[in-house]
């Protein structure tokens, strides 16, 4: 039985970390995408601008990581209001990188080291799992559709290559290094 659990948590850690490096991949691919103009454009009403929303992102993922797993190095923090659209692809390939150590860590077999989940300061700690996985995408893929709509209400819609190619995963998985796509251990 200890076995066949060692193997459930060592193929869902692995999962864990590719599924995170795709999410990470969909958030550089708006990135490298989107028009210049629109990355500290106004959007209407008392929005984030979409540099505010890619490096609350960062920001946000560095908090996971500090709370979550104190042990790893966590990223310095970007400013909204001086970030550049490439500091950001570095910033968010950099807490990407050490949200997936944690996510294996959590959930794989990286010695068991972190035993919960702290989102927030003020939020109740849950114990590692999936649902820690689930609530980090969540919380990204929010945030990529605030971003395509506001590029979108901008003037700057993304190409339909571009918003349409983030649903083709098979591509993206093949972006990150394995090539067999979701699902499978190549």
């Not at 990355?39 to 908090?63: D, E, M, Q, S, Y």
């Not at 990286?110 to 995408?137: H, I, Q, S, T």
């Amino acid at each position: 039985m200890a076995t066949r659990q060692h193997k459930v948590q060592t193929q869902l850690g692995r999962a864990a970390v590719q599924i995170f490096a795709a999410n990470d991949r969909l958030n550089q691919i708006l990135i490298e995408h989107l028009d210049s103009a629109a990355w500290r454009g106004k959007p209407p009403g008392k929005a984030r601008t979409i540099a505010a929303i890619f490096t609350h992102l960062h920001n946000v993922r560095c908090k996971w990581v500090r709370l979550t797993a104190p042990h790893l190095k966590v990223p310095p923090q970007l400013h909204r209001a001086h970030c550049t659209p490439q500091q950001a692809r570095a910033g968010l390939a950099e807490s990407a990188a050490r949200c997936a150590e944690m996510l294996a860590e959590a959930l794989g077999s990286g010695g068991g080291r972190v035993k919960k989940f702290r989102r927030d300061g003020w939020g109740r700690p849950w114990p590692a799992g999936v649902e820690m996985l689930c609530y980090m995408l969540a919380h990204e893929a929010h945030h990529r559709g605030q971003v395509c709509m506001l590029a979108h209400q901008l003037g700057f819609p993304l190409p339909i290559e571009v918003a349409s190619g983030i649903w083709n995963w098979e591509k993206v998985w093949k972006e990150c290094g394995w090539p067999a796509g979701p699902g499978y251990n190549a």
